[in-house]
């Protein structure tokens, strides 16, 4: 496939200027397709603002940012508030933006375990449903890219667990892009391809193992960073197993990545 | 099955003097009172689908503000001798972009920014229509809406208008409807929620300015938010609320207008008592119904579970 070497978003030296502050500023960033994407940061480092730029939900004030021509891209935000008033089913929920099948849907809900709430109204469900719902409602339907805004929020370590190797899975069936956000540090590393540090700027960036090891991760994340890293590195064999089949599997377009990360520029204000 | 009822009640006597009296209510039913049942038939179809969405949006003070500012509209179409419905029109857009305009420029809730414009509207019609000592005004009739002044041509600008407002409406329904659930979700998967925003803006400024003769200013937002409430008891999805609210704003408006009738009361306050007592009526079992309800999702969920477990 010609697409699956392509970047699918893009963002350059892109800043976000709110109420007299710079948010975030100097992002690069790039997800391609068939590639899982994790920004990681503190509380308030500008990881939403960076994903709604960078998908086209808010413009950048400063550089650019770049979109496919046309492409389909699955938002699963962290909460969303319905008025009690709004009447909504989850399989209406699952057709919000585009016309899915009703065998498609629920085809997608047994996938994520959320077959039982296909006629619950979408204001009822916890927290761990909801994202099981939204997970549905990206698989049914079947998008190029897809956003995740902390998907693990609220939900336990076994859960958090499986939705990682469900989005994994997501990424290997319908080969799209995967950006993630996430705050939590040590589980996401095993999911994932690239990771960015944000904190207002790019920190650092690269693989998993590299910004686990870098010194500015730690730096941002302090002590957590050290407990983090003794759970990360146990899961270390099973992490290094599936980057090394991911690499072989996609070495024609990875190649030309891998250098890529190399570039991230590394900046620092404080 | 309660609104059937209800509205019999309201017909009932009138069936009975019409059968019993003279030929001269027939002919009074061919001239207004036909007309004042078309013409609100025709505002209860559109106010219906519409209040859903000022429901679902918290949108009830909007709507009163822009009705409100209706009155201007008519002290302005007095002044300058034009069709009525388009300078209320006109006057309702202006007051939206003003809101759009002050949301971004001033540092008050929108809350206090709408008091302020429904107010300063209001004051400013009420205060020209002072100056207009040449024109006589019914100013109940405004602000309370009145069946005797709804003319063929109101009803070709209701009818004419509200199948407008449908169109559009069942046009950019997919759009609208997303950025209500989720304006993220809708501006990342390419929903446009800000142009639908704009257009539902505009929907709700037709609206107001069709329906005013009807039940007048001061009581539009509750044929926008009755109906809605009213078929929220009943609707499980959005559609379907939309196309219940539609059929009870039509319900309540026969029941109103048949009791304005009947009771030699005014016509806009008796079709909103008489959503009232819909509302009411509908509301009341609504506790218990819940109960049941609750018992019996929950004994489906228990048995759900159990088959799990095995």
Known sequence: MIRNNSSLIRLKNAGFFRSGRWLVRGINLTVNSSEILTLIGPNGSGKSTTAKMAIGVSKPDEGTSYKRQGLKISYLPQRISIDWTLPIKVNRFINLTGRVSRKEANEALSLTGALHLENSDVKTLSGGEFQRVLMARAIACKPELIVLDEPVQGVDFKGEIAIYELIRNIRDELKCGVLLISHDLHVVMAATDRVICLNGHVCCSGTPMNVANSKEYKALFGARAVTGLALYEHGNDYQNFRDGSFQSKDQTGGAGRTSDDGHQPHIYKN | ?310
């Open chain 2, 1 to 310: 099955m309660v609104l059937v009822a209800l509205l019999m009640m309201g017909i009932n006597p009138i069936f009975i003097k019409i059968s019993f009296d003279t030929k001269e209510l027939i002919t009074m039913m061919d001239d207004f009172f036909t007309r004042a049942l078309v013409a609100g038939t025709g505002v209860a179809l559109v106010t219906g689908p519409l209040g859903c969405y000022v429901v679902w949006r918290r949108l009830a003070y909007f709507g009163d503000t822009l009705s409100h500012a209706g009155l201007l509209g008519v002290a302005l179409a007095l002044l300058f001798e034009v069709n009525t419905t388009l300078t209320v029109f006109a006057v309702s857009i202006f007051i939206s972009m003003a809101l759009l305009l002050l949301q971004s420029r001033v540092k008050l809730s929108s809350d206090a920014l709408l008091g302020l414009l429904a107010h300063s509207a209001l004051a400013t019609g009420m205060v020209a229509l002072s100056f207009m000592t040449w024109v006589r005004v019914d100013l109940m009739g405004f602000l309370f809406g009145d069946i005797l002044a709804v003319t063929p041509f109101d009803i070709a600008i209701i009818w004419g208008g509200g199948a407008f407002v449908l169109l559009v409406l069942l046009i950019s329904w997919h759009s609208i409807f997303s950025a209500t659930v989720n304006i993220d979700i809708a501006q990342a998967e390419g929903m446009k929620p800000k142009q639908a925003n704009i257009v539902l803006m505009l929907l709700m400024a037709v609206v107001i300015a069709i329906s005013m003769k009807i039940v007048g200013v001061l009581l539009i937002t509750s044929m926008l938010i009755f109906p809605a409430a009213i078929a929220r008891r009943f609707a499980t999805g959005p559609e379907q609320m939309a196309l219940l609210a539609a059929i009870i704003g039509i319900l309540v408006v026969f029941g109103g207008l048949f009791g304005s009738l009947h009771w030699d009361t005014p016509s806009g306050p008796s079709i909103v008592v008489a959503a009232s007592v819909c509302f009411i009526i509908t509301a009341i079992p609504a506790t218990s119904i819940q109960m049941i309800k609750n018992a019996s999702i929950e004994k489906l969920d228990s048995e759900q579970n159990e088959i799990i477990k095995k």
